[in-house]
């Protein structure tokens, strides 16, 4: 079974958990106590136990500890690249100038 469909069982307690164990995780990954990482992070270490815990957090929490333990990489998903269909592609090609001409001439019209 892929992850995706997986993750879309979880209630949003389970995540907000299951975001709280990564956090944690890396924190003491690195070696870290939550004094350490709520100074760095410049918020206070009730919020990051609430947010290990996998309690309501805020999304600028989330992202001030996120940077505090270089994980902001988790983020890389939420990019949106822009793709062009191969239609439409192919048709700005067709749209594109084929030739020069040289600037301030006028074609002439009696001119073989």
């Known amino acids: 079974m892929s992850e995706k469909p997986y993750i879309n069982n979880y209630s949003?307690?389970?995540i907000?958990?299951?975001i709280?164990?990564?956090i944690q995780h890396k924190r003491l990954?690195?070696?870290?106590?939550q004094e350490e990482v709520t100074q760095r992070a410049v918020m206070s270490r009730s919020t990051l136990s609430l947010m290990e815990r996998g309690q309501n957090?805020?999304?600028?929490?989330l992202i001030k500890?996120?940077?505090t333990?270089?994980?902001?990489?988790v983020l890389d998903n939420f990019e949106v690249i822009q793709t062009i269909s191969p239609m439409l592609l192919a048709e700005?090609?067709?749209k594109k100038r084929k030739r020069a001409s040289k600037s301030g001439e006028t074609p002439n019209e009696y001119s073989w």
């Not at 990954?29 to 106590?33: A, C, G, H, I, V």
């Not at 957090?57 to 929490?61: D, K, V």
């Open 29 to 33: 990954e690195q070696n870290l106590s």
């Open 57 to 61: 957090i805020t999304l600028s929490n």
């Open 69 to 73: 333990l270089d994980a902001l990489y």
């Open 16 to 18: 907000m958990e299951r």
């Open 12 to 14: 949003d307690k389970a």
């Open 20 to 22: 709280g164990k990564f």
């Open 92 to 94: 700005e090609s067709l």
């Open 65 to 67: 500890v996120l940077r």
